[in-house]
């Protein structure tokens, strides 16, 4: 029987399995390369061109830059970001930043092949396969990647072309200081030097080791790793940082060890335009800064952003002593403050903080402060709600933060409190202001114009005009040294004396008197001042007239509208610390008025200069008037009111230990000053000079009607004069400030007697414990 012949079976074809491989491969390779292209021509949205790689679209803070170099605050509104360079960045910060995100980022060209193989074949589990570059360009053209996927590829794609882009146009450490320079570590620190500074108080080159560990660590995901509120999470991402840095060789097993075992030892120091050094300062400099922008436009007509065009702003506030004076302001008005609650607890003052004001008279003060407040303006213009509606709201309690003072320093109580108690809780706290200049540059070396920008915002340096006492007599005795030719050592009889009605505009006869009553003999010019006596500085008025005194004034610096009336001798008028630091330098700087200075230069981001200042100087008096007035203020701190700068003969004294901070003081160098108080003890006042340093200091309460009840307290010597004495020690105590301790300089031709040490005087002196008022207005 035959067999069937078996059919044999078919051979499989490969070959069209391979031609539709490479079909396949080939498309793939060709899609890929065709969606680069079209990625890098912009079809899939915009690409940056090279000119937009040179100039990345960063929001940059403007900066605020001390006469010696320090950064006093920023403007900013989202991102507080101020760039550094490369060389500004310590190698541990570099070689961290290396270390964890891209080891390789030395030998690439933008895309780190051998990672993103890894992660293809992984799916990602071994990790990401970023470069520095293509993070860089995420973050400077596009942000959060899409959750959608396809979206998210061609960001991917997007990424890869713009790194290799960034590769080309830049080197290596330009692409690392600008991923310093663009990311947010949270907390308002934009960039690295934001970083540094509000969480370890420091430049990015002080550093070390662990902080910038740190904040390398933070890259990851600054909201997820912040030290602020997951501490240990940070602290095991920062040491992530330092096992990769040991890993790679950047440091040795042992120190990474050792400081795996550390706190993260974060400083945390916010920046906000209420926090910092210089508050007051700022919120002038933010109006002066928007009236410049509004005159000085871009080259193509534009204005510019004071928040995010990196301008840079040089002022000539001094860092050092500006900490030093708002070291003195707070020192002082923690103890003065103390006594002043002291003295108006229920029991002593049921009108507190209030005095000499009847109820009636005290409602309408707090409805007047009601209506002028932030609040009513909100609701009445904003929310638009009726005179009534608000004035309820003011009857509710509501949740709320007050300031207090804590353990000697500013702080915030949370409380339940109707709004309308929060008013009369903020107006019996005492309010200040100083300002320091030098008289020969102008040069505005200090500026406090309160005690707590976050709470009082009112700054009382340019803002605040308050009656300024005896601190104006010498305007008075200076235009009768000018125009009469007097000299320190001319007599004057200490006796009533009136300047009749209808002279100089008077409408009833003006007879001012002494505190204290205290009157006779005779009086030399400069035992008259340093004494503050009334009648002797009436007496100049009349021979010299209002008009005349006015006109001195106005060459002053002063643009404060003053009466023609004989009452302003005794300091009735409303000035300025800035307009009375002004004039007073005019007398140090050899009779030569002076406009303060703030801002002595703006730059752009690029170091173009924009505005530089003009120095504005003109002659008021020669300089014998104004060397002759200087002697005479040198009286008031030799035996007048300024005598406490001086020595510890009252050191004993109750008073003085319970409020007169820093003292003794004990200054034995030339000072030229005048205390000044205001009818009630309402204004506190001291200036004081050096040859080369003028200051100027207020004290009292945003109403007149708060205020010390005794001159003991109340005084201008009290009050004010020892923020002065404080600032000077430390001023003093800093060698490289170089604040003179020599005399004024006298004119090579001096005619007029300034020594009078063998003229024998028949005369009451005034002492200072019996002090009263000596600015009172009759």
């Known amino acids: 029987m035959a067999t069937k012949k078996q059919e044999a079976k078919p051979t499989t074809n490969f070959a069209k399995y391979i031609r539709w491989f490479w079909m396949l491969f080939t498309t793939g390779i060709l899609a890929v390369v065709l969606i680069f292209l079209l990625a890098s021509w912009g079809a899939f949205g915009e690409m940056p061109d090279h000119t937009v790689l040179e100039n990345p679209r960063t929001n940059l803070a403007t900066e605020i830059i001390s006469s010696d170099g320090q950064t006093l605050g920023k403007f900013y509104f989202d991102d507080n970001r101020t760039p550094v360079g490369y060389d500004d960045l310590p190698q ?47 973050q400077l053209f596009h942000g959060e990647g899409s959750k959608n996927i396809v979206e998210r590829i061609l960001q991917k794609v997007k990424e890869w072309i713009i790194a290799i882009r960034l590769e080309r146009q830049y080197t290596k450490e330009e692409i690392i200081v600008q991923y310093f320079n663009i990311y947010d570590f949270l907390n308002n620190a934009d960039g690295i030097r934001s970083a540094a500074s509000i969480y370890f108080d420091k430049e990015p080159m002080e550093l070390d080791l662990k902080e910038s560990a740190m904040l390398v660590g933070m890259f990851k995901n600054s909201s997820y790793y912040n030290p602020r509120r997951r501490e240990e999470l940070t602290r095991q991402r920062r040491n992530t940082v330092l096992s990769q840095m040991a890993k790679y060789g950047y440091i040795e097993t042992a120190v990474k060890d050792s400081l795996q075992k550390t706190d993260l030892d974060v400083k945390y120091t916010p920046q906000s335009h209420r926090d910092g050094l210089a508050t007051y300062f700022r919120g002038y400099l933010d109006t002066f800064m928007k009236d410049w922008i509004n005159n000085n436009p871009k080259p193509d ?110 702080s915030e109580i949370d409380t339940i409190m109707k709004p309308i108690d929060s008013m009369r809780y903020y107006k019996s706290f005492l309010r200040t202001g100083m300002m320091s200049m030098d008289p020969q540059t102008g040069h505005v070396k200090a500026w406090v114009g309160g005690m707590n920008y976050r709470h009082f915002q009112y700054d009382m340096v340019k ?58 003999g005779m009086r030399t010019l400069k035992n008259a001042l340093a004494n503050s006596v009334n009648t002797v500085t009436a007496r100049l008025m009349d021979k010299v007239g209002p008009e005349t005194v006015i006109n001195l004034v106005d060459k002053l610096g002063i643009d404060s509208e003053i009466p023609p009336v004989p009452s302003i001798a005794l300091g009735t008028p409303d000035l300025s610390v800035y307009e009375m630091v002004g004039a ?28 530089q200042f003009k120095p504005e100087t003109r002659d008021v008096v020669g300089e014998e008037t104004a060397y002759v007035t200087v002697k005479l203020l040198e009286g008031v701190t030799r035996g007048g009111s300024g005598t406490r700068l001086r020595g510890n003969w009252a050191v004993n004294n109750q008073v003085y230990k319970e409020v007169i901070t820093g003292y003794p003081y004990e200054f034995e160098n030339p000072i030229a000053g005048k205390t000044g108080t205001t009818q009630n003890q309402s204004d506190g006042w001291f200036m004081g000079m050096v040859p080369n340093l003028v200051t100027g200091v207020w004290v009292g309460g945003e109403d007149r009607a708060v205020h010390f009840r005794s001159i003991t307290y109340g005084q201008g010597a009290t009050m004010a004069l020892p923020i002065w004495g404080m600032y000077m020690k430390s001023c003093y105590a800093d060698e490289t400030l170089n604040i003179s301790k020599e005399d004024f300089e006298a004119p090579e031709n001096l005619s007029i007697n300034v020594d009078c040490d063998n003229i024998v005087e028949n005369e009451t002196v005034i002492q200072e414990e019996k002090e009263t008022p000596d600015d009172l207005e009759f």
């Open 92 to 138: 541990d910060l570099v070689n961290a930043l290396i270390a964890t995100e891209d080891a390789r980022f030395k030998e690439h060209s933008g895309i780190d092949a051998i990672g993103t193989l890894r992660a293809v074949v992984k799916l990602g589990s071994g990790g990401g396969a970023s470069t520095i570059s293509q993070q860089l360009a995420k």
């Open 301 to 410: 007509g534009t204005k510019w952003n004071l928040y995010n065009d990196g301008l840079k702003i040089y002022t000539t506030i001094d860092y050092r002593m500006q900490g030093y004076a708002e070291e003195a302001v707070q020192k002082h008005m923690v103890k003065l403050q103390k006594e002043f609650f002291h003295q108006n607890t229920p029991d002593r003052n049921p009108t507190a903080p209030f005095l000499d004001l009847s109820k009636e008279e005290i409602d309408a003060l707090m409805k007047n402060s009601m209506r002028q407040s932030e609040r009513w303006r909100h609701m009445k213009y904003d929310l638009g709600k009726s005179n009534k509606e608000i004035e309820e709201s003011f009857q509710k309690p509501v949740e709320m933060s007050v300031f207090a003072w804590k353990d000697g320093q500013p």
């Open 463 to 520: 803002q605040g005009k308050r009656q300024v006492g005896s601190t104006f007599k010498p305007f008075v005795y200076a235009t009768a040294i000018d125009q009469l030719h007097y000299s320190p050592c001319d007599e004057f009889p200490d006796t009533p004396f009136c300047i009749e009605k209808g002279k100089y505009g008077n409408m009833e006869d003006w007879c001012p008197k002494n505190a204290g009553g205290d009157y006779g």
């Open 584 to 611: 007073y330098s005019t007398f140090a700087n050899k009779g030569v008025y002076t406009k303060p200075v703030m801002v002595t230069t703006i730059e752009d981001k690029n170091g173009t200069i924009l505005y």
